[in-house]
């Protein structure tokens, strides 16, 4: 079972915060940066803390070239209004936005299938309605969430014979998916519901993986890899396109 701490480490390259995990089954020190800007050193127990300090510190300028260069590309995505007109991704296609005044008492939202239209309430006060419409809308993902990614893992519980004991859809910042091990629970992201569906599916069988295999060595590969062969096209996809299209 994989322990995890937070720490910082000031470098010749600057100060880096990062989530250490440590794991009996695992042998070698690896890091990875992700989309959103988390640093993770995973590394055996047996490793004294000195000598994870030590490779940390020759990778310190790889490591903040890969910070760096992830903080351009959030930064130069364009922040989404929500307004009339302005478009949100849902299970990978983009789709417009519209709103109208209504003469109902509640705001209300309804997707066809080619647009959203958001009805507000009668006499919404302007500086509101951007709220409003956030709320309505965020509503609307998690709904379809609870229903499409309950279904996706019903579905692959059963191709594969990994069932969980409890699924729960949150909100994450950092992370798709969660699996305890130990508990035989699986979390995931509600903003999954943005990305295709075969990107979808790959955090799934990722995630029910974990529950027979509990870190990412070789062997959980290869589980991944039975359920789904091209599951590394879709990895690279999550790496490359997440942070365009969710909603902060």
């Given at each position: ?16 915060e ?13 890091i ?16 004294l ?116 004991e409890k ?6 910042r ?41 870190n990412?060595?070789?062997k ?29």
């Open positions: 079972m994989a322990t995890e701490r937070v720490r910082t480490l000031d470098t010749k390259a600057g100060v880096i990062y989530t250490l995990s440590r794991s009996s089954r695992r042998r070698t020190i690896g990875s940066v992700s989309d959103r800007l988390q640093v993770r050193v995973a590394a055996p127990r047996f490793v803390l000195k000598d994870i300090h030590n490779f940390i510190f020759e990778k310190a300028d790889w490591i903040i070239n890969a910070l760096n260069d992830m903080r351009h590309r959030h930064g130069s995505l364009p922040q989404r209004a929500f307004r009339a007109g302005a478009t949100f991704f849902f299970l990978g296609t983009e789709y417009p936005l519209c709103v109208q005044p209504g003469d109902q008492k509640r705001s209300e939202i309804h997707f066809d299938g080619r647009q959203w239209r958001v009805l507000l309430s009668a006499g919404t006060p302007g500086p509101l309605q951007a709220e409003i419409i956030k709320q309505q809308l965020m509503k609307w993902y998690r709904r379809e969430a609870e229903e499409i990614l309950g279904s996706r893992v019903f579905h692959f519980s059963r191709l594969t014979g990994l069932t969980p699924i729960a859809v949150r909100t994450h950092r992370i798709w998916g969660n699996c305890y091990y130990r508990t035989r629970a699986i979390h995931l992201n509600w903003q999954l519901v943005f990305f295709p569906p075969a990107v979808i599916d790959y955090v799934i069988v990722h995630e029910l993986s974990h529950l027979e295999v509990p990412h060595s070789r959980f590969w290869e589980r991944v890899e039975r359920v789904l062969p091209d599951y590394q096209q879709h990895r690279q996809w999550l790496k490359i396109n997440a942070a365009r299209m969710v909603v902060s």
